[in-house]
Protein backbone atom coordinates (compact mmCIF):
# COMPACT_ATOMS: atom_id res chain seq x y z
CA UNK A 1 0.00 0.00 0.00
CA UNK A 2 1.57 3.75 -1.01
CA UNK A 3 0.00 6.72 0.77
CA UNK A 4 0.82 10.29 0.00
CA UNK A 5 3.32 11.89 2.32
CA UNK A 6 3.20 15.88 3.86
CA UNK A 7 5.64 18.63 3.76
CA UNK A 8 7.40 19.62 0.38
CA UNK A 9 6.12 20.86 -2.69
CA UNK A 10 5.88 17.20 -4.22
CA UNK A 11 3.95 14.66 -2.56
CA UNK A 12 6.10 11.99 -1.31
CA UNK A 13 4.85 8.28 -1.41
CA UNK A 14 5.95 5.69 1.33
CA UNK A 15 5.40 2.09 1.98
CA UNK A 16 2.33 1.38 5.10
CA UNK A 17 1.88 -1.81 6.05
CA UNK A 18 -1.51 -3.37 6.16
CA UNK A 19 -3.41 -6.54 7.78
CA UNK A 20 -4.50 -7.86 3.95
CA UNK A 21 -2.46 -8.93 0.87
CA UNK A 22 -4.51 -8.24 -2.03
CA UNK A 23 -3.63 -6.50 -5.45
CA UNK A 24 -5.20 -2.98 -5.77
CA UNK A 25 -6.64 -1.41 -8.86
CA UNK A 26 -7.85 2.12 -8.22
CA UNK A 27 -7.61 4.59 -5.87
CA UNK A 28 -9.85 8.21 -4.34
CA UNK A 29 -9.15 10.63 -1.47
CA UNK A 30 -12.50 11.05 0.29
CA UNK A 31 -13.51 13.24 3.34
CA UNK A 32 -12.66 10.73 5.37
CA UNK A 33 -9.08 9.73 3.65
CA UNK A 34 -8.58 7.21 1.57
CA UNK A 35 -10.46 4.28 -0.49
CA UNK A 36 -8.97 1.55 -2.28
CA UNK A 37 -10.66 -1.65 -4.80
CA UNK A 38 -9.23 -4.41 -5.68
CA UNK A 39 -9.03 -8.52 -6.07
CA UNK A 40 -12.13 -10.50 -4.84
CA UNK A 41 -14.08 -7.53 -4.61
CA UNK A 42 -12.66 -5.60 -1.74
CA UNK A 43 -12.85 -2.15 -0.92
CA UNK A 44 -10.80 -1.14 1.58
CA UNK A 45 -9.64 2.77 3.63
CA UNK A 46 -7.52 4.28 6.21
CA UNK A 47 -10.36 6.52 8.02
CA UNK A 48 -7.34 7.57 9.83
CA UNK A 49 -6.56 4.47 12.64
CA UNK A 50 -4.70 2.69 9.40
CA UNK A 51 -5.66 0.79 6.39
CA UNK A 52 -8.87 -1.45 7.09
CA UNK A 53 -11.25 -3.64 5.00
CA UNK A 54 -14.46 -2.00 4.44
CA UNK A 55 -16.37 -5.12 2.54
CA UNK A 56 -14.40 -8.53 1.08
CA UNK A 57 -17.02 -9.62 -1.30
CA UNK A 58 -18.23 -7.00 -3.86
CA UNK A 59 -21.49 -4.83 -4.23
CA UNK A 60 -23.29 -8.22 -4.54
CA UNK A 61 -21.76 -10.14 -2.02
CA UNK A 62 -20.39 -12.72 -5.49
CA UNK A 63 -16.49 -11.63 -4.72
CA UNK A 64 -16.94 -9.98 -8.63
CA UNK A 65 -13.42 -7.98 -9.13
CA UNK A 66 -13.54 -4.33 -8.13
CA UNK A 67 -11.32 -2.53 -11.38
CA UNK A 68 -12.34 1.35 -11.54
CA UNK A 69 -13.58 4.03 -9.06
CA UNK A 70 -14.89 7.41 -8.27
CA UNK A 71 -15.92 9.55 -5.68
CA UNK A 72 -18.45 12.08 -5.52
CA UNK A 73 -17.13 16.10 -6.22
CA UNK A 74 -17.82 16.42 -2.39
CA UNK A 75 -15.40 13.46 -1.43
CA UNK A 76 -18.80 11.52 0.23
CA UNK A 77 -19.65 8.81 -1.83
CA UNK A 78 -17.47 6.48 -3.65
CA UNK A 79 -18.30 4.58 -6.82
CA UNK A 80 -17.08 1.30 -7.81
CA UNK A 81 -17.34 -1.06 -11.35
CA UNK A 82 -15.71 -4.22 -12.00
CA UNK A 83 -16.49 -7.79 -13.71
CA UNK A 84 -19.05 -9.68 -14.39
CA UNK A 85 -21.69 -6.22 -13.92
CA UNK A 86 -20.55 -5.07 -10.34
CA UNK A 87 -21.49 -1.50 -9.75
CA UNK A 88 -21.98 0.21 -6.18
CA UNK A 89 -21.36 3.34 -4.29
CA UNK A 90 -20.32 3.19 -0.97
CA UNK A 91 -21.41 6.34 1.48
CA UNK A 92 -18.33 6.90 3.51
CA UNK A 93 -20.63 9.16 6.69
CA UNK A 94 -23.19 6.66 6.42
CA UNK A 95 -20.69 3.87 5.85
CA UNK A 96 -23.21 1.69 3.75
CA UNK A 97 -22.92 -0.02 0.10
CA UNK A 98 -25.76 0.18 -2.08
CA UNK A 99 -25.40 -2.45 -5.29
CA UNK A 100 -26.51 -1.10 -8.82
CA UNK A 101 -24.67 -4.23 -10.12
CA UNK A 102 -26.66 -5.32 -13.57
CA UNK A 103 -27.61 -2.49 -14.50
CA UNK A 104 -30.29 -3.30 -17.45
CA UNK A 105 -29.38 -6.64 -16.94
CA UNK A 106 -26.03 -6.04 -18.28
CA UNK A 107 -23.18 -8.47 -17.54
CA UNK A 108 -20.33 -6.82 -19.02
CA UNK A 109 -17.18 -6.14 -17.50
CA UNK A 110 -16.71 -2.15 -15.74
CA UNK A 111 -13.63 -1.33 -17.47
CA UNK A 112 -14.18 2.31 -16.06
CA UNK A 113 -16.44 5.06 -13.91
CA UNK A 114 -16.48 9.09 -13.84
CA UNK A 115 -18.56 10.79 -11.82
CA UNK A 116 -19.24 14.26 -11.26
CA UNK A 117 -22.08 15.83 -8.57
CA UNK A 118 -22.24 15.76 -5.00
CA UNK A 119 -23.64 13.22 -3.27
CA UNK A 120 -27.57 12.61 -3.82
CA UNK A 121 -27.28 14.52 -7.27
CA UNK A 122 -24.69 12.88 -9.54
CA UNK A 123 -24.31 12.32 -13.07
CA UNK A 124 -22.10 9.09 -13.82
CA UNK A 125 -20.48 7.38 -16.48
CA UNK A 126 -19.68 3.59 -16.78
CA UNK A 127 -17.78 2.09 -19.31
CA UNK A 128 -16.82 -1.68 -20.51
CA UNK A 129 -14.10 -2.84 -22.35
CA UNK A 130 -15.92 -2.91 -25.64
CA UNK A 131 -16.11 0.93 -25.58
CA UNK A 132 -19.76 1.32 -24.64
CA UNK A 133 -20.73 3.92 -22.22
CA UNK A 134 -23.56 3.75 -20.04
CA UNK A 135 -24.81 7.14 -18.20
CA UNK A 136 -27.16 7.46 -15.50
CA UNK A 137 -27.88 10.51 -13.04
CA UNK A 138 -28.56 9.57 -8.97
CA UNK A 139 -31.08 11.24 -6.80
CA UNK A 140 -30.45 10.39 -3.64
CA UNK A 141 -30.44 6.88 -4.28
CA UNK A 142 -32.65 6.61 -7.04
CA UNK A 143 -31.10 5.76 -10.39
CA UNK A 144 -32.00 6.86 -13.90
CA UNK A 145 -30.36 4.53 -16.47
CA UNK A 146 -29.98 6.09 -19.79
CA UNK A 147 -29.30 4.51 -22.99
CA UNK A 148 -26.23 2.84 -23.67
CA UNK A 149 -23.66 4.12 -26.40
CA UNK A 150 -20.63 3.20 -27.82
CA UNK A 151 -19.17 7.22 -28.60
CA UNK A 152 -15.96 5.98 -30.43
CA UNK A 153 -17.92 3.74 -33.11
CA UNK A 154 -17.43 -0.08 -33.93
CA UNK A 155 -14.47 -2.11 -32.56
CA UNK A 156 -13.18 0.59 -30.04
CA UNK A 157 -12.26 -0.14 -26.82
CA UNK A 158 -12.10 2.83 -23.92
Not at 3 to 18: A, D, H, I, K, L
Not at 31 to 55: K, N, Q, S, T
Not at 109 to 117: K, L, M, Q, R
Request: net charge negative; glycine share 14%; hydrophobic share 35%.
Amino acid sequence: MWQNGEGGNEPEWRTVETEFNINLFGTVQTVEGPYAVGEGGHLVADRGDGWEVIFDDGPSTRQNQLRAMDVTDDGKRVWMVGSSGAMACYDVEERKKFDYSYPNEMTSTWEAIAVCGDRGNEKVLAANGSGEVLPFIISGYDVNWEPMSKPAGKGSNV
